[in-house]
């Protein structure tokens, strides 16, 4: 039987895929935990349909992201954080701590996507990596000042 993967099924194939399964399994597996549906025409149909909305957003998406790391790449940042003695930090810098500040400056930046070169525990700066994108990102630098 062909069937329409809804979601990515290991050792089978990735979403919206279509592929010949034995009828229990689909039936008995797929069918029930909505993994799939039969490969009907209408179902193609709405598959390929879905397949262009989404392309089209991921085209959105990538164009968002490049134009942002045009703005920001290369910029450098300002974080003031809590010192004691000798410019030592309450605490390291973190990634949450970065996303706050860009998004203090107007730039939107999930947290998952700063990758910090190297744990930041006293007052100077580091090399950031923001991940925009599964295919753009760029670099800043963040410096630490006393607060």
Avoid: P, W
Avoid at 19 to 35: P, T
């Amino acid at each position: 039987m062909k069937v329409v993967l809804l979601e990515d099924v290991k050792k089978l194939g990735k979403k919206n895929d279509v592929v010949e399964v034995s009828d229990g399994y689909a039936r008995n597996f797929l069918f029930k935990r909505n993994l799939a549906i039969e490969a009907t025409g209408g179902n193609l149909n709405d598959v390929r349909l879905k397949q262009g909305s989404v392309k089209a957003k991921e085209d959105r998406e990538l164009a968002e992201a490049k134009e942002l790391a045009a703005l920001i790449g290369g910029r450098r940042f300002t974080i003031r954080k809590k010192t004691g003695e000798g410019g030592r930090l309450y605490g390291a810098l973190t990634a949450m701590d970065v996303a706050d500040s860009l998004s203090a400056e107007g730039f939107n930046i999930d947290k998952r996507g700063v990758n910090l070169k190297q744990n930041l525990k006293n007052v100077g700066q580091t090399d950031v990596t923001l991940k925009l994108h599964t295919e753009v990102s760029c670099e800043i630098v963040i410096e630490v000042v006393s607060a």
